[in-house]
């Protein structure tokens, strides 16, 4: 799974296909959860979610990790606010295998990205970030969604399929298909306190939180 080749028209793209949609999606709790001390960024992609984190979050370390580089320094462009480069820090590497700088991470953020995962490595990414994770850790999830109802779901299943077609061919996405994550994160001990879809059910916004 490469990312690179995508990275600097990804924004662009996403403008395009979506206009605002996703990152509305993506910063859907973002002023409701508890004001973290360290945060986790898995994931992160090209970096829309990030500058956000950082305005709600002044005082909070921030660690962003992704396996694309080219991903990580779009990311780092998109970081303008004063000061903020003293806070964050940006991994590259797969975080399946990163070892997670001693964690103790009380938010972790998987925005449009536990759906690159087929079952097994989904269940593997999942027990490692929670492994990162402080017993009263609150985990941030946006991601695509089957919608339920009759002409809604035949919808998202279409596009979530054109979307897989489209990303293993020019990333090499292992997954074919979308796995929910609720069962792997319940087995880490997390629940989902809040849920919010968007977009005829295509879009789902998720705070969980440990106890």
């Known amino acids: 799974m490469n990312f690179d080749r995508l990275a600097k028209a990804y924004g662009s793209l996403e403008a395009i296909t979506a206009g605002t949609r ?9 002023d409701a959860i508890p004001v973290p001390r360290r945060v986790l960024l898995a994931g992160e992609g090209h970096g829309r979610f990030l500058p956000e ?6 005082h909070a370390r921030i660690v962003v990790v992704d396996a694309s580089a080219v991903m990580l320094e779009v990311a780092r462009k998109r970081l ?6 003293a806070r964050v820090e940006f991994v590259h590497a797969d975080v399946s295998h990163w070892e997670g700088a001693g964690g103790g991470f009380d938010l972790i953020v998987t925005q449009f990205f536990l759906d690159c995962f087929p ?5 593997r990414v999942v027990a490692r970030l929670a492994a990162l994770a402080t017993p ?17 779901r035949w919808r998202s299943r279409l596009i979530v ?7 293993r ?14 069962a792997y994160l319940e087995d880490a001990g997390f629940c989902c306190h ?6 005829w059910g295509l879009l789902k916004s998720e705070w969980w939180r440990r106890q």
């Open 22 to 30: 996703l990152q509305r999606c993506r910063v859907a709790f973002l």
């Open 53 to 58: 984190c950082v305005r709600c979050f002044p």
């Open 80 to 85: 303008t606010q004063p000061g903020a480069a």
């Open 119 to 123: 079952a097994g490595a989904l269940a």
């Open 136 to 152: 009263d850790a609150h985990w941030l999830v946006a991601d695509f969604h089957l919608a339920a109802g009759r002409w809604a």
């Open 161 to 167: 399929e054109l979307l897989y077609r489209f990303f």
């Open 169 to 182: 061919l020019v990333c090499g996405v292992e997954a074919d298909r979308l796995i929910e994550p609720d």
């Open 194 to 199: 809040r849920r919010v879809t968007s977009e």
